[in-house]
């Protein structure tokens, strides 16, 4: 008997994981955008992103994580949360990523 419930478990859990599916009810976790800096402005602390899909992102010291905008030179690979509000200079990144050629997910 323990089997036969534990079976009708699995497949009602099966059943509903699908009726989730269906509806939309499943959360997807959304893949941070990707892009190269375009350029640094040291005078005013904050430089721009070319993305992949060729936009460029504003970003400013301050998105950069654990204050590594010292270390990004033009080029460099960087993963980035947009802010869901343009500001004065566009689009704005509210969380830079420096990556390296080696840390791409599967989704770069």
Do not use: W
């Not at 005078?43 to 590594?68: C, L, M, P, Q």
């Not at 990004?72 to 960087?78: A, F, Q, R, S, W």
Request: net charge negative.
């Amino acid at each position: 008997m323990v089997a036969v419930r534990d079976c009708f478990d699995a497949v009602r859990r099966q059943l509903e994981d699908q009726v989730r599916r269906q509806r939309g009810d499943v959360k997807t976790h959304e893949v941070p955008a990707h892009g190269k800096i375009a350029s640094l402005i040291a005078e005013g602390d904050y430089g721009f992103i070319d993305t992949s899909d060729g936009t460029e992102v504003y970003f400013h010291r301050n998105a950069v994580a654990n204050g590594g905008v010292e270390k990004l030179t033009v080029g460099d690979e960087v993963r980035f949360s947009l802010h869901p509000a343009e500001g004065e200079k566009g689009a704005q990144a509210s969380a830079v990523i420096p990556v390296g050629k080696h840390h791409l997910g599967p989704a770069g």
